[in-house]
Structure formats: C-alpha cells, structure tokens
Nanobody, 126 residues
Framework: QVQLVESGGGLVQAGGSLRLSCAAS????????VGWFRQAPGQEREFVAA???????????DSVKGRFTISRDNAKNTKNTVYLQMNSLKPEDTAVYYC????????????????WGQGTQVTVSS
C-alpha cells in the first residue's frame, strides 16, 4: 500500500509561484508514475500534469502548459518525492491539488492511478 502526502499549498497572489510536493511512503516510489489533479469548488476533478516513473515522459493540461512543471529526481535522496512547480498563478488555478501514483505509465486519466493523496489547498487571489 502506497501512502501519498501532498504539501506546499497555500495562499498566493496572482502572478506568484508555489511548489507542491508529493511524498510517498515507499522506497520504490521511483518505480511509480505520478499525476497531479485538481478540483475547484463545484467542479469535477481535472488532470494537471503527470510524469512517467523514469521521468522520461511528462504530460500537461493545456491550461497549465508553460506555467507548471512536474519533476522528480530518482537519483537523489528526494527520490521519494515528486514536485509540481507552479508559476504565473491565476485565480482560476485555485483548487485542491491531489497527487496520484501508479506502477503503470503516466496518464491524464484518474482511472490510471491506484493511489491518491488527501490533497493540498491552493488559493490564488486576484
């Protein structure tokens, strides 16, 4: 069983930046592909970004391309953590952000992930 914990959320002004972290409870996290999803109030959860277990493939939603970057470094001590760097934040980025993990390849579908964190709130003020 993989447990995921998100952190790094908070309140930021429009145009600002945040870095979210997704930490896993397993040493083999480098074998898992990871996705970030978000859910705004009253809306369905949507895909944000994903990275293959090897780091060799990344996927992004059109709404965040050029502003968000997903990364991992399987070679260092941070190999149990995946990051989502969010720049040029907009009020419409306000949502609860979830990370998810799976032994398969990176996917933009919720059904592509077996394990989910509890989420971290990101609020962007105008």
């Amino acid at each position: 069983q993989v447990q995921l914990v998100e952190s790094g959320g908070g309140l930021v002004q429009a145009g600002g930046s945040l870095r979210l972290s997704c930490a896993a409870s397993v040493r083999t996290f480098s074998s898992y592909s990871v996705g970030w999803f978000r859910q705004a109030p009253g809306q369905e959860r949507e895909f944000v970004a994903a990275i293959r277990w090897s780091g060799g493939l990344t996927l992004y939603a059109d709404s965040v391309k050029g502003r968000f970057t997903i990364s991992r470094d399987n070679a260092k001590n941070t190999k149990n953590t995946v990051y989502l760097q969010m720049n040029s934040l907009k009020p419409e980025d306000t949502a609860v952000y979830y990370c998810a993990a799976d032994l398969g390849s990176a996917s933009d579908l919720e059904t592509g992930y077996d394990y989910w964190g509890q989420g971290t709130q990101v609020t962007v003020s105008s």
